[in-house]
């Protein structure tokens, strides 16, 4: 399904179905989180499936190695993990999975403080990968933003930083 097609429900009828106790709040809020989930639809789609065609990375691929290259080091699978908001079983396994490709974007170590802990970090064919896709991403990026000026997007940041409370990074971050 194209999300751009998908028809979100008037805020009328939001009212209808969720009945008679519904205020102005409830429904802007139930509004607001069905064109969040739109975006989100729609970037995946506009920016995060071109990088797959391109590339053949998935999201959580490439977000591993961005994760990598920003961090200039080898990370560990729990760190990795931590970063990204999932389970050390998930990375544990993207990286296996990774690591069986005919052509390894990441490699691994043994961590020399502790042994039972595996270091991974960008291989140079992953060097390589990014430094190659990512001027066509941050064009796809800012193409899709275009539409939305600098004030726009830090006001946007900053409502859904509290949407989702997060506190504002510090600016030397």
């Known amino acids: 399904m194209n999300p751009e097609m998908r028809l979100l ?6 009212r209808r179905v969720h009945g008679a106790g519904a205020t102005d709040l409830d429904v802007s809020g139930i509004d607001m989180m069905l064109h969040l989930i739109n975006a989100v639809d729609i ?10 065609k391109e590339t053949g990375l998935s999201e959580g691929k490439f977000t591993l190695m961005m994760a990598l290259r920003d961090a200039n080091r080898p990370l560990s699978i729990g760190t990795i ?4 908001g999932v389970a050390p ?14 052509r390894p974007l990441i490699s691994t170590s043994t961590s020399d ?18 430094d190659k896709s990512l ?12 539409g939305v000026n600098q004030d726009e997007r830090e006001q946007l ?7 989702v409370r997060r506190p504002e990074a510090d600016p030397q971050d």
Not at 43 to 52: D, G, K, P
Not at 81 to 84: C, I, N
Not at 89 to 102: F, K, N, P, Y
Request: positive net charge; charged residues 30%; glycine residues 2%.
């Open 157 to 163: 940041i900053a409502l859904i930083r509290k949407l």
């Open 43 to 52: 970037i995946r789609a506009t920016i995060y499936e071109s990088l797959r």
């Open 89 to 102: 079983a998930t990375i544990s396994v993207m990286v296996g999975r990774m690591l069986r490709e005919d």
């Open 135 to 146: 001027p066509a991403h941050y064009r796809r990026i800012a193409e899709f933003t275009e």
């Open 81 to 84: 993990s931590a970063q990204l």
């Open 9 to 14: 429900p008037a805020r009328e009828n939001l």
């Open 113 to 130: 403080r502790d042994a039972r802990s595996t270091l991974v970090r960008l291989s140079p064919a992953g060097k390589r990968l990014l």
